[in-house]
């Protein structure tokens, strides 16, 4: 299974440190690293990662654009502007919808995951759009690392469920301890070659 790492080559260390942000907050609220960087992609496509940012002639505020007749309604703009606050009201926002939190619960893929978070949590007026926007981001914001990496030739090739691979590992770990073993004792005369 991939797991998304952040690509911060494409992004200033200020825009690093929201990122960051975005990610201990969700953490925190028990969301996966999948459903988090679906959430990062969408900070991402809303305001670039700027706590600052305004849109809607006013009316969006923040890194997640949140609108005043929205998630952002009883806010003034300096909460919203506060990165923790908006943050943890897009995260309040995600749990109220089943939709995202059902897929959010079941799915590894950051692609499906930020185009579902855009369509039930930000509700742009162009779903489809935005939907396929937040796809694009993802592949721009995260590379994916396989989180079970290749095993050695002889390990591989006895499948990766433990049952089958512990084992090999076990024989492989006695093997090398035994080898040490014999050149330890032939460097001290004790075994004759």
Do not use: C
């Not at 992609?41 to 809303?46: I, L, T, W």
């Not at 059902?102 to 978070?117: K, Q, Y």
């Not at 396929?132 to 079970?148: H, I, K, N, Q, S």
């Amino acid at each position: 299974m991939a797991v998304p790492v952040l690509v911060t080559s494409r992004l200033s260390s200020a825009q690093v440190e929201i990122v960051r942000l975005i990610e201990r907050e969700f953490a925190s609220a028990g969301f996966s690293p999948y459903a988090t960087a679906a959430a990062v992609a969408n900070a991402y496509a809303e305001s670039r990662f700027n706590p600052a940012a305004i849109g809607d002639g006013g009316a969006s505020v923040g890194l997640f654009q949140l609108h005043e007749r929205g998630v952002g309604a009883g806010m003034s703009v300096a909460q919203r502007q506060d990165p923790v606050v908006n943050t943890r009201r897009i995260i309040d926002a995600a749990r109220r919808s089943s939709a995202f939190m059902s897929l959010a619960a079941s799915s590894t893929s950051v692609g499906d995951l930020a185009a579902a978070f855009s369509t039930y949590v930000e509700r742009p007026a162009d779903r489809l759009g935005a939907e396929t926007a937040r796809r694009g981001y993802v592949a721009y914001l995260y590379t994916f690392v396989d989180a079970f990496p290749s095993l050695p030739a002889p390990l591989a090739s006895a499948g990766r469920s433990t049952d089958r691979w512990l084992p090999a590992v076990g024989i492989a770990l006695a093997s090398i301890v035994i080898a040490l073993w014999i050149r330890r004792k032939r460097s001290q005369g004790m075994i004759v070659a």
